[in-house]
């Protein structure tokens, strides 16, 4: 097994399931060519038995992209890590966070919060099976554990297995009473748990994720951890990913505006309806790209609309583009009317 690059943590995008599939994926590389992305979770019967071709698939502009296992059996997870690997993943991550229950009954996710020395096992297995890293993202905790003992008690045993890179989920899981979208708002924060598990542990890559909005929001915990994970921010307002490259990784760039990645996902829209893809299985994806901008709304009515539609292609993404351009050009007419009156 590798050891990670620290430096490639410090900002990547959440494996979210129904979200981060490898349209998604394409789209977000257009914005950032630095940032970690995540698969959705697969869980490793999927992955052993199911179509592996459809299921694995990824655009080779993809990379770095890691692949996010579901599973508890440590010799189902070597044998997924090592799929994992064959096809080109640069990581193998193990979900130790998700709180659904369709996840409790498979005795995977943030269940094994519960079974630390289970969890040890799983990674010991799939490090010894893969030369690829191999990581871990957990929550604090699960229903009544003291976070300051489940926390440390996974990654110090998953560290001894040989597990060096973590991303911690700064909430607990509330397996009863709590369903999955509430577990990612109820719960507290306790961001200073996991900058403390930093502090003590500083020999390990620890990332954090989990209510974290915006760049201006990340940018404080970089100074605490080695990285941070964006989920729904990244997804509903993609064209934050557009400023990643300068403003966390350093890079002497220009940012990538929606236009622009528009521009540039185009091509890979292009091929994939070449080989069969729904439109708005792509389209999807781009919603939120002009969040905030004027022709925003039209532009997710054009997609939503005209998307889903038989035979629906380009001419669809150019037809909501000039719903963009076409309430900006109005912004500007109106502000210089107003320049002149005033």
């Not at 990379?63 to 508890?72: E, F, I, N, R, Y």
């Not at 629906?312 to 993404?317: D, F, H, N, R, T």
Request: charged share 25%.
């Amino acid at each position: 097994m590798q050891t990670e690059n620290r430096d490639s943590y410090r900002l990547s995008v959440a494996p979210m399931m129904d979200w981060t599939d490898r349209h998604c994926r394409s789209l977000h590389r257009t914005l950032s060519s630095r940032a970690l992305l995540y698969t959705e979770m697969l869980t490793t019967g999927a992955v052993l038995h199911g179509d592996r071709e459809r299921l694995l698939a990824y655009d080779p502009a993809e990379h770095p992209v890691a692949l996010q296992l579901g599973g508890s059996e440590p010799a189902d997870l070597a044998a997924a890590a090592k799929i994992g690997e064959s096809e080109g993943y640069d990581e193998i991550n193990l979900n130790v966070g998700c709180p659904s229950d369709r996840v409790q009954s498979g005795r995977f996710g943030a269940c094994l919060m519960r079974e630390p020395e289970l969890v040890a096992e799983c990674m010991a297995a799939m490090g010894a099976a893969v030369k690829v890293p191999v990581t871990v993202k957990c929550r604090i905790g699960v229903d009544d554990q003291d976070p300051e003992q489940s926390l440390f008690q996974l990654v110090d045993l998953c560290a001894q297995a040989g597990v060096s890179s973590f991303v911690v989920h700064a909430r607990k899981a509330w397996l009863k009473g709590l369903s999955p979208k509430e577990n990612r708002d109820v719960p507290p924060l306790d961001y200073p748990l996991v900058h403390r598990l930093k502090r003590e542990r500083p020999d390990l890559t620890i990332a954090i994720n989990g209510g974290i909005g915006s760049l201006d929001e990340a940018q404080p915990h970089l100074g605490a951890v080695d990285g941070v994970m964006l989920g729904r921010a990244a997804y509903h307002t993609p064209a934050l990913l557009g400023e990643v490259d300068r403003r966390v990784f350093g890079m002497a760039v220009e940012d990538v505006d929606a236009f622009r990645a528009v521009e540039l996902y185009r091509p890979y829209v292009a091929r994939e309806l070449a080989r069969g893809t729904h439109l708005a299985a792509m389209t999807r994806h781009m919603l939120g790209l002009f969040h905030g901008l004027p022709g925003a709304r039209g532009w997710r009515r054009v997609l939503t609309v005209e998307g889903v539609k038989s035979g629906a292609g380009l001419e669809v993404i150019d037809a909501a583009l000039a719903q963009v351009l076409r309430a900006q050009d109005e912004r500007r007419a109106r502000s210089l009317e107003a320049g002149e009156a005033a």
